[in-house]
């Protein structure tokens, strides 16, 4: 139980471009989904927390319009990185909880390359 | 604000050894959660094992067991009988009881030794 995925799993493009990722909760109803980047050998770093049907609370020096968060439903939230440039590249992983007491469960991640 | 440090970037463990990594936090929290996530190279982060911080009994979980001192703020990961799939970035992490976002240590790479 508590499956996370977590689409794409890779992801090049051009700069400009702006690429969605996609989070969803497979087998429960999550509350909260977190989005968090992780560059190589480094620890993941938290960009923000998204609740179902309100706005995400972007972590300090995230900036809001670059990523974009929406979580329209219980089981999907999704992450858009407008206008990516190079310095964009990472590696995104997002998470979902059932409950504020639960524990969160991760997505496989979502490796971007923005040439 | 609340802070994890693992002061040990890199470990190594010969297979079928007993294997300490350290994490130390702080919070003036009197309950939260402590965790170790496992991210092997497939990036894929695995919870190993979580301990709510009024238990006094250190959680375990097969192989994994934690040493949890509260006073001193300490929470180690013993991995016994290291095997070759343990090898990965192991990272500590700690939340707050209601509305916890984690906050996670630097990490430790493990390497197991055949």
């Known amino acids: 139980g508590a499956v996370v995925s977590q689409h794409p799993s890779r992801v090049i493009c051009k700069s400009g471009t702006s690429v969605k990722i996609e989070c969803r909760s497979l087998?429960?109803?999550?509350?909260?989904m977190f989005w968090y980047r992780q560059f190589p050998k480094k620890s993941l770093m938290l960009m923000a927390t998204?609740?179902?049907?309100?706005?995400?609370?972007?972590e300090q020096g995230v900036e809001k319009d670059k990523f974009l968060i929406n979580h329209a439903s219980l089981t999907l939230s999704t992450l858009t990185v407008t206008s990516a440039h190079p310095e964009d590249s990472s590696f995104y992983i997002c998470?979902?909880?059932?409950?504020?007491?639960?524990?969160?469960?991760f997505g496989d991640g979502t490796r971007l390359s923005i040439l | 604000a609340q802070t994890v440090t693992q002061s040990q970037p890199e470990m190594s463990v010969q297979e079928a050894e007993t294997v300490t990594l350290s994490c130390t936090y702080d919070?003036?929290?009197?309950?939260?959660?402590l965790f170790w996530y496992k991210q092997p190279p497939s990036r894929q982060m695995i919870l190993v094992i979580r301990?709510?911080?009024?238990?006094?009994q250190n959680a375990t979980e097969n192989r994994f067991s934690v040493n949890f001192q509260k006073a001193a703020k300490s929470f180690s990961l013993k991995i016994s009988d290291s095997q070759l799939g343990d090898a990965a970035m192991y990272f500590c992490?700690?939340?707050?009881?209601?509305?916890?976002?984690?906050?996670f240590g630097q990490g430790t790479e493990l390497s197991v030794k055949p």
């Open positions: 301990q709510e911080a009024y238990k006094q």
């Open positions: 992490a700690y939340s707050r009881i209601q509305g916890g976002k984690l906050i």
């Open positions: 998470s979902a909880r059932l409950g504020s007491n639960q524990p969160q469960h």
């Open positions: 087998d429960f109803q999550a509350t909260t």
């Open positions: 998204s609740n179902e049907g309100s706005k995400a609370t972007y």
């Open positions: 919070t003036s929290e009197s309950d939260y959660y």
